[in-house]
């Protein structure tokens, strides 16, 4: 089986089984390359349905995840969206099928860099990559219309929602212990409006000290 029928076996079995109708979101998932973002030993897996080990001992999400969180931040061709955490800059390959600019920002300086470069060489001109903590979001560059985070925390940081535009989401598991909530927080003229997708186990959200 070539990748390209691996791409379109997965987005059959894994995606659309589950639920996912976004036409976009499955057509992002069909075009990027997920065995261009894991390491050479495991590319044979890379349409697996789990996550997979990659350098500074992270791991690339699975992929029903990442289309799950995609969907869910409902993004349009002319949104900006930030995405906090990186990892191998697969799910900001997808997110840039979708949107008009995506800013990823990668805590690991390594793994920042490589998926700086891996991006360019493969041609997404929308993606920037940046070392930092994303906790802290990118307020020089906000408001943003969409901002995923797939990392869990007991609640969203104040710095993330605060660099929401109006009718902006946030993506982002909440609570603790191996399973999370995947929720999805819009901003609205009354606050914030929250909607649940379910049970995920994610790793935990990691701040920087100052």
């Not at 789990?50 to 061709?77: C, D, F, H, K, N």
């Not at 993330?160 to 535009?165: C, E, G, S, V, W």
């Amino acid at each position: 089986m070539t990748f390209a029928e691996a791409r379109e076996r997965m987005v059959r079995e894994q995606i659309e089984a589950r639920g996912i109708s976004d036409a976009r979101v499955k057509q992002a998932m069909r075009d990027v390359p997920r065995e261009a973002f894991v390491p050479e030993s495991l590319k044979s897996h890379a349409y697996d349905d789990r996550a997979l080990p990659i350098e500074a001992a992270q791991t690339i999400s699975q992929p029903y995840i990442v289309a799950l969180m995609a969907e869910a931040a409902t993004i349009g061709p002319e949104d900006k969206v930030l995405e906090v955490g990186a990892g191998s800059g697969y799910a900001a390959a997808v997110l840039s099928r979708l949107a008009a600019e995506v800013v990823a920002i990668e805590r690991h300086a390594e793994l920042a860099d490589l998926a700086s470069r891996r991006l360019t060489s493969l041609g997404y001109a929308n993606v920037r990559v940046l070392a930092g903590d994303g906790t802290r979001g990118f307020p020089d560059e906000a408001p943003f219309d969409a901002i995923l985070v797939p990392a869990a925390g007991g609640k969203p940081p104040q710095a993330l929602l605060d660099q929401l535009a109006d009718g902006g989401r946030l993506v982002m598991p909440v609570g603790g212990g191996i399973y999370q909530t995947l929720i999805r927080l819009t901003r609205t003229p009354a606050g914030f409006a929250r909607d649940e997708y379910g049970s995920v186990a994610f790793v935990p959200l990691i701040a920087d000290r100052d």
